[in-house]
């Protein structure tokens, strides 16, 4: 056989085993990217579900242990105490995303001016505290309706703080996230999309909680309405029966379809559970739920 020959079969079969390499890396990427495609929901939990027996750092590690992504935290308002919680969750593999401020005590929408003003100032803390965290987010319930506060006044209120609000929310490159809960306002779909709507911002987005709608509406069909506005999830369930709040997968929520809508509109990021603490068992036991109905 001539060295031609020899020499060429020799670069056929390097040709042929770069291809190879080639196609196989190709299919791992595609591999990768098919699986993160058909996982959008990274899982996180909330601070206090935690055991509150161990110190602030071996609360992390447990976390991630069991398998978690992410934190949500209360606020801190010493913000070199923030700062050291952020570095400490970051540093085990959980860093907080989410700042859970709330906003009931006091509301935006009290009847007393002061007291607003005071829960304007808890906000613009909260969006401090986030920034030390390293969290890009804060959630708000931004009023409640009840006896002496109208539905228009709650909105006009709440509208006129956040407001004043968003320019700090832009310093700080944290989002004003506003949930829906049972405070007897942005009970619709579309209304909770026009509040948002109105601000015209990118730093006034919604968090959805899956749950807190069940008893009156579907999650999936609110899902749809609110589309790219969603830019954090609650994970919890509910039933109807009885009205309680049981673990993933015991309640009324319709998982396929929620994920179904969640597909629909695109929806990549956090799915931090709102539920009762618990051990590592417990705690790694929901992971997998989470993983489960969120992710299919």
Not at 196 to 214: C, H, M
Not at 224 to 242: F, M, N, P, Q, S
Not at 249 to 265: H, I, L, M, Q
């Amino acid at each position: 056989m001539s060295s031609s020959m020899i020499g060429r079969r020799d670069f056929m079969m390097q040709t042929a085993a770069l291809a190879a390499g080639a196609g196989m890396a190709s299919s791992l990427f595609q591999a990768a990217a098919a699986d993160a495609a058909a996982k959008p929901f990274k899982t996180a939990l909330i601070f206090g579900m935690l055991p509150k027996d161990l110190s602030e750092e071996d609360r992390f590690k447990l976390a991630k242990k069991c398998g978690f992504e992410g934190i949500e935290s209360e606020p801190v308002d010493d913000l070199a105490a923030a700062k050291k919680r952020g570095d400490l969750a970051k540093a085990a593999g959980v860093p907080i995303h989410s700042v859970i401020y709330g906003g009931w005590d006091p509301t935006l929408t009290d009847p007393d001016t002061a007291k607003q003003e005071a829960a304007r100032a808890k906000v613009e803390s909260a969006l401090r505290s986030a920034q030390a965290m390293g969290a890009d987010n804060i959630l708000l319930v931004p009023g409640v309706v009840k006896g002496e506060v109208t539905y228009d006044q709650a909105w006009e209120r709440s509208t006129k703080h956040i407001r004043t609000l968003i320019p700090v929310a832009e310093e700080l490159k944290v989002i004003i996230c506003i949930e829906e809960v049972w405070n007897n306002f942005l009970l619709d779909a579309n209304e909770m999309a026009k509040y948002v709507d109105q601000f015209n911002s990118p730093w006034v987005r919604a968090y959805f909680d899956i749950a807190n709608v069940v008893k009156f509406a579907e999650p999936q069909a609110w899902i749809r309405t609110l589309g790219k506005r969603i830019y954090k999830v609650h994970v919890k369930e509910y039933k109807k029966a009885d009205s309680s709040w049981p673990n993933l997968g015991e309640g009324d929520v319709n998982w396929p379809e929620v994920r179904k809508a969640f597909a629909e509109v695109g929806y990549q990021g956090f799915g931090t559970a709102e539920l009762g603490g618990g051990d590592e068992a417990y705690l790694t036991d929901l992971r997998k739920r989470m993983d489960t109905l969120l992710n299919g």
